[in-house]
C-alpha cells in the first residue's frame, strides 16, 4: 500500500512548487506495476523493452498529469482541495494518475471506473480506492444517486467514437455536483501527420490503439475540432456551463477542457502552467570514456521564446548545463508552438578527469525560465543511455515508416494502385 500523509498535507504543499525531479516525487507512492497495464505496456514498447526506461516514462507521464490536475484544483476547491468530498478519474486504466492523487486525498474520497475489470481490481487491491466498472455504452450505466465533485477522464475521449464520445460527456455532466468541475482530454486534428487526411464535421475516427483488450470498434484513434467539442458541450450540457479550453496542456499533446456547472467562475481566467518539454536524443563517449557528448532538444509553452535551462547531472553531481539555441526539426510541429522554428535545440559536452563508470546515473532536468522550476527530462545508466537511445530511434523510423505505408494504402491511390498491381498478375499469367 501506498504511504497515507494527514489530510491538508498535500503533495502540493509539500512539493512547494509545481514540479520537483522525479525522484524525490514519488517517494511514498505505490510503484507496482500490472502486467496488463497498456500505459506501461506502451511506455515499455518506445523504450524497446527496457523496463527502468519506462518505468521513468511511466511517472513522468503521471507526474504531468498531477500536475495539470492539481493546478485545476487548486483553482476550483481551494489549496488543498478542502471542498472537494469526491473525485472520479474516469477511464483510469490501471492507476497512472490514481496512485498520485492518493496522497493528499484519502481513498474513501478517491474513485476510478474502468471498462477493464481488472484494472478496476488492481486498483481496489493496490491503492483502496473505490472502483467502478463501466460499461462500453453510457446509455447502459444506471442513473447516478451520488454526485461527484470533479470528474477527470484524461486520454479516453481521445480513443472513442463518435455515439460513446458524445454520450459519456452527457453522463458526466449528469453525474457532476452542482458546484463540480469536469476536466477531460481530446486531440485536436493538429496532432494528425501532415499528408493525413482531416477530419469531416470536425470529427475522426480511426481503428487503431495500443489496447491489447478492447475492440477497435468500440476503441481506436480519436481526432476532433474545438468547434466540435463546442457544439457536443452544448447539446448534451443540462443548463448551463461554462467551459475552457486549453491548447495541449497534458503531456504537451492533449488538449484539456475544463467545465464547470453554472455561470461562475470562469476557467478562462486560469493560468494554467505547462512546463517544459524536451528530449535527450544522442549520447556519445569516446574511448577513453572520458568525454561525453549529449544532445537533444528543450522548448516551454509557458514561453516559447524563454528556452529553458538544460542541466545535466552525473551521480548527482552537475556535470554540465546549458540554454537551448536553435531550431530542432520537428520540435515547433510536435509541439503545436505558433511559427515554424524554436530556440530547442542543446548539447553538452563533458570531459571528466577519470573514466565514466558503465552504472553511473546519468539525470537531465530543464529548468523553466519562466518559473524557475524544475522538470525531469531523462534519467538511466550511462551504458544504459548508450544502447538505448539509437535503438529507440531506429524502431521510431520504423514506425513512421510503416504508419506512412499504411496511410498510403488506405489512400485513393494506395488502393486503386493495389488493384492495378493485381490486374498485371493476373494479365501476366494470362499471356
Ligand atoms: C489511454 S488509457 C488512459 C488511462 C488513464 N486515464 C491514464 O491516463 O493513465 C484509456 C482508458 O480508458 C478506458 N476506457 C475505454 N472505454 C471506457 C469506458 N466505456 N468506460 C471506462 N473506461 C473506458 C480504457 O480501458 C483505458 O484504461
Same mark, same amino acid.
Given at each position: 500500500m501506498s504511504q497515507k500523509h494527514a489530510p491538508g498535507e498535500s503533495l502540493a504543499s509539500r512539493r512547494g512548487?509545481?514540479?520537483?525531479? @522525479?525522484h524525490e516525487r514519488i517517494? #511514498? &507512492?505505490?510503484?507496482s506495476i500490472h502486467p496488463g497495464d497498456s500505459m506501461f505496456r506502451t511506455a515499455l514498447a518506445t523504450q524497446c523493452g527496457y523496463r527502468p526506461a519506462a518505468v521513468f516514462d511511466y511517472f513522468r507521464s503521471g507526474l504531468e498529469a498531477y500536475d495539470m490536475t492539481s493546478q485545476l484544483l487548486d483553482w476550483r476547491f481551494g489549496t488543498e482541495w478542502r471542498g472537494l468530498g469526491r473525485l472520479l478519474d474516469f477511464g483510469?486504466?490501471?492507476g497512472r494518475l490514481t496512485r498520485l492523487l492518493l496522497q493528499p486525498l484519502p481513498a474513501d474520497r478517491l474513485w476510478c471506473a474502468d471498462v477493464d475489470p481488472a484494472a478496476v481490481e488492481f486498483q481496489r487491491e493496490q491503492l483502496g480506492v473505490q472502483g467502478i466498472v463501466t460499461p &462500453?455504452?453510457?446509455?447502459d450505466v444506471p442513473p447516478v444517486r451520488d454526485r461527484f465533485d470533479a470528474i477527470l477522464s484524461y486520454s479516453v475521449l481521445t480513443h472513442l467514437p463518435e455515439p460513446t464520445f458524445t454520450g459519456w460527456l452527457r453522463r458526466w455532466l449528469e453525474a457532476l455536483a452542482e458546484d463540480g468541475m469536469l476536466v477531460f482530454s481530446v486531440l485536436d486534428q493538429?496532432?494528425? =501527420? $501532415?499528408g493525413a487526411p482531416r477530419p469531416r464535421e470536425g470529427f475522426s475516427f480511426e481503428?487503431?490503439?495500443?489496447? #491489447? &483488450? @478492447?475492440s477497435l470498434d468500440d476503441y481506436g484513434s480519436t481526432r476532433v475540432t474545438p468547434e466540435y467539442v463546442e457544439r457536443v458541450l452544448s447539446r448534451v450540457t443540462p443548463g448551463e456551463v461554462r467551459f475552457h479550453r486549453f491548447p495541449r496542456a497534458l503531456w504537451h499533446l492533449q488538449d484539456v477542457y475544463v467545465v464547470i456547472r *453554472? +455561470?461562475? $467562475?470562469? $476557467? #478562462?481566467?486560469l493560468q494554467l502552467e505547462r512546463g517544459p518539454a524536451g528530449c535527450l536524443e544522442t549520447c556519445e563517449l569516446d574511448a577513453s570514456r572520458r568525454r561525453l557528448r549529449l544532445t537533444g532538444w528543450a522548448a516551454d509553452p509557458d514561453g516559447w521564446h524563454e528556452p529553458p535551462e538544460v542541466v545535466v547531472e552525473i551521480d548527482g553531481e552537475r556535470m554540465g548545463q546549458c540554454r537551448p539555441r536553435g531550431d530542432w526539426p520537428g520540435v515547433a510541429r510536435l509541439l503545436g508552438? =505558433? *511559427?515554424? +522554428? @524554436?530556440d530547442a535545440a542543446w548539447s553538452v559536452d563533458y570531459e571528466s578527469a577519470d573514466e565514466i563508470q558503465p552504472g553511473a546515473e546519468l539525470r537531465l532536468e530543464a529548468i523553466s525560465t519562466v518559473t524557475g522550476r524544475r522538470y525531469a527530462i531523462a534519467s538511466g545508466t550511462v551504458d544504459a543511455t548508450l544502447l538505448l537511445l539509437p535503438l529507440v530511434e531506429t524502431s521510431r523510423r520504423a514506425e513512421e515508416l510503416q504508419k506512412q505505408v499504411t496511410m498510403f494504402e488506405a489512400s485513393r491511390f494506395g488502393r486503386w494502385r493495389r488493384r492495378w498491381m493485381s490486374l498485371k498478375q493476373v494479365l501476366g499469367r494470362e499471356r
Open positions: 512548487g509545481i514540479t520537483s525531479p @522525479l517517494e #511514498g &507512492v505505490e510503484m483510469s486504466g490501471y &462500453v455504452d453510457p446509455d493538429s496532432t494528425l =501527420p $501532415p481503428r487503431w490503439s495500443e489496447s #491489447g &483488450v @478492447l *453554472g +455561470a461562475e $467562475p470562469d $476557467p #478562462g481566467e508552438a =505558433p *511559427g515554424g +522554428a @524554436l
